[in-house]
């Protein structure tokens, strides 16, 4: 699918995740993490964040079931989502050079409209929003429920965003 939304300058296209790009997805993923989440965490939250995004446990988690969506322009791999529970954003990165040109918005949208196909009753959808990242969700509807935690060293707001 290609995409050129009207207010956005940059054609990129969305795609479900393909065994083999998990080395592509986890090098995004600790670029950007690096840029704009990992000042916020203790070292034993990035030590926590780094082992989850291992390329071996990406794969892994994609056996059962595809959850990860991930966005390219041309041949370059430029953001990614996972779903987990068919419920929960678990991560959404965008490369620092292609923010702000809906592709985070597009990878959600694409994500949610299979988790509807899956659970036609999914009345909620859920996030533990990184500081940086809340003012983005507000964006794309997603509420807080509670007040800033932080487990395992990791710091987020809980939000949710009401589908139906
Ligand atoms: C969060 C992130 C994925 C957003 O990606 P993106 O492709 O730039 O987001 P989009 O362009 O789809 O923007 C979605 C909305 O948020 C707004 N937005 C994007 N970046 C923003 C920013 N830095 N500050 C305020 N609003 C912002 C956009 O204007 C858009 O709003 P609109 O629908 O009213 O136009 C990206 O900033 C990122 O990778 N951040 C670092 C990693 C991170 O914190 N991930 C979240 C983990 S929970």
């Known amino acids: 699918m290609c995409i050129t939304a009207n207010t956005y300058k940059m054609e990129f296209r969305i795609e479900k995740y393909q065994f083999g790009q998990e080395e592509k997805i986890h090098e995004l993923i600790k ?18 964040f780094f082992d989850w ?28 989502i996972e779903i987990r529970d068919n419920r929960f954003i678990s991560l959404l990165f965008v490369d620092k050079d292609y923010q702000r040109n809906g592709i985070a918005k597009k990878l959600f949208y694409e994500s949610l ?25 507000k964006k794309l509807g997603f509420k807080e429920t509670d007040e800033m935690q932080e487990e395992n060293g990791i710091k987020f707001l809980p939000m949710e965003l009401d589908i139906l």
């Not at 916020?40 to 926590?48: C, M």
């Not at 291992?54 to 966005?71: G, H, L, Y």
């Open 31 to 48: 670029k950007v993490y690096g840029e704009f989440v990992s000042n916020d965490y203790s070292e034993a939250g990035n030590q926590f």
């Open 53 to 80: 995004i291992q390329p071996s446990k990406i794969a892994e988690r994609q056996c059962n079931q595809i959850n990860i969506w991930v966005a390219f322009m041309d041949l370059k791999l430029v953001g990614m």
């Open 113 to 137: 409209k299979e988790t509807i196909r899956r659970d036609s009753k999914l009345d909620k959808f859920y996030v533990h929003a990184s500081p940086f990242s809340i003012p983005i969700y």
